[in-house]
Every structure is written in C-alpha cells, then in structure tokens.
C-alpha cells in the first residue's frame, strides 16, 4: 500500500524543519552516553533471532568494544557475508549474520517501496541523465525544487552518518583490526533508522504492522554495538563520555571529535 502524506498541502519547508527536529533527536541518541537499557536490548535482540528462526541467545555483555574481541572468535566477517553473495556460495546454511543484513536490506527496501512524495509547492528539479542530484545547501535545495525524499537523504541519512559512522564507528573498527567480525551499532545505527523515522512521523510512508523496525528502533534507543552468533550475542554497553564539536562549514549540523583528547571513552577505560 502507497503512504499518503499526512500533511500533503504543508509546505516543504515546514516538513524539512520537523524533520531537523527528528534529525536532532537521533542525533541525541546516536551520541547518548546513558548506560545501555539491558533488558530492552536483549529483547530486541531476541526479536531479531526469532524472526530469522534462532532461539533466544546467550548474552555476554561487555564494557568496550575492545573487551568483545576475545569473545568473537569464529564469528562471520565482511569477506564472509561477501561469499554468500558471490556465484559461488559456499556449502551449508549461512551464518546468522547474513540473514540478519538481508533481512534488514529487505525491510528497508520494502518501506521506500510505500514512500509518497509530498506535494510540490514549487516546480519540481530535474535530474540530468545519468548525473546524481546535486549537493545544496538548504535554502539553495528547497528554491530549486530538490525532491524532499533527496533532501531527507542528504539532510538526514547522510548528515549522520558523517557524524557517527565517519567520526565514531569507522574509526573504532580501524582500532581494532581489519578483520573484525560483522556487527551492528545499535544507538550508533542512528543514521538510517532516523531517516525512515522521518518519513514515517511525517505520514510519507508505511510500516505496515511495525514489528520488524520496532525492533531496530528499540536497539537504537536502547544499546550498543552487537555481534550475533549462532548461540551467543556478544553486546557492548554504550561508552561513558564522547566529544564532538561542530563541524566547521557543515550544512546539517554535522559533528566532528575533538582534536587533542580521545573522541571516545569507554566505561572499562579504553578509548580511541
């Protein structure tokens, strides 16, 4: 079923600033520093297994992401979710994380599917063939017509992710290694999760009964960074302190760390 936009005679402009409200409010919970909600987490989590027909896991939590390595030993890394992608897949059933990624490519494949473009109150910009829409500033993007879902997606998705991918994970997994295990970066997974919030809070698409995002919501709000096995799901409590600072130039209130002290601090003490 097509969303219907819940406010389809609202300006562009005033739907772009509710959905910077929601941005801020993600944001907030991508650089929370509260002690992850355990229960709720583990719920979540257990929701995710259930639905890729596994039972309820063991739970190890953990106080870094540091402190996890010594429990990943086995688990899939990118290399190996590659290969079940690849001509050649290899034998047996594919690890648990596999079908968690595409089950969530999915699901959100399956949301942009019902997305319904607000009403235009100008005329719309035209993309030139075989050119991606143009980076604007805010005010240059709403004058020239940008569509609002490429809007969101610059303004949103992208913001945050320069935020908390650029300047927080990436640089974490680079600490540790480039072999890591697959995982998920629960109120660090902010940045796409916030981009369909957006969309869904202002009626532009539809959840349907809502069970499967709730669950990545819930995580968003609620933990930290998770690694899914078979049996177990090792899962890392949210840091103790962060440090970021506006971004100089950034169009969507970007953030980038701080220079001279770590960006990051754990609760066992470990940094980056």
């Given at each position: 079923m097509i969303a219907t936009a819940r406010r389809s005679t609202a300006l562009v402009s005033d739907l772009w600033v509710q959905a910077t409200e929601i941005r801020q409010e993600w944001l907030d919970i991508g650089l929370?520093?509260?002690?992850?909600?355990?229960?709720?987490?583990?719920?979540?989590i257990a929701s995710i297994y259930a639905r890729h027909r596994r039972g309820r896991p063991e739970f190890r939590w953990?106080?870094?992401?540091?402190?996890?390595?010594?429990?990943l030993a086995g688990l899939p890394t990118h290399a190996t979710l590659r290969s079940w992608v690849a001509d050649r897949r290899p034998p047996g059933r594919p690890p648990l994380a596999s079908d968690i990624a595409a089950g969530l490519s999915r699901l959100r494949s399956v949301l942009a599917e019902t997305y319904a473009e607000p009403l235009p109150d100008r005329k719309p910009m035209k993309r030139e063939k075989g050119k991606p829409w143009p980076v604007l500033p805010v005010d240059r993007a709403l004058d020239a017509g940008l569509p609002f879902h490429e809007l969101v997606r610059q303004g949103v998705r992208e913001a945050l992710f320069r935020t908390l991918a650029d300047q927080i994970y990436h640089p974490i997994r680079a600490a540790l290694g480039p072999a890591l295990p697959v995982c998920w970066y629960g109120h660090q997974d902010a940045a796409w999760i916030a981009h369909l919030e957006v969309l869904r809070r202002l009626g532009l698409i539809s959840v349907g009964d809502g069970s499967a995002f709730v669950a990545w919501t819930t995580l968003a709000r609620s933990g930290g960074w998770w690694w899914p096995g078979e049996q177990h799901c090792v899962v890392v409590d949210r840091p103790a302190v962060i440090r970021m600072s506006p971004m100089p130039g950034a169009w969507h209130g970007e953030l980038r760390r701080d220079t001279g002290q770590p960006a990051v601090d754990y609760r066992d003490g470990w940094s980056i």
């Open positions: 929370t520093t509260e002690p992850a909600d355990r229960s709720a987490t583990e719920e979540a953990v106080s870094s992401p540091a402190a996890a390595v010594p429990h």
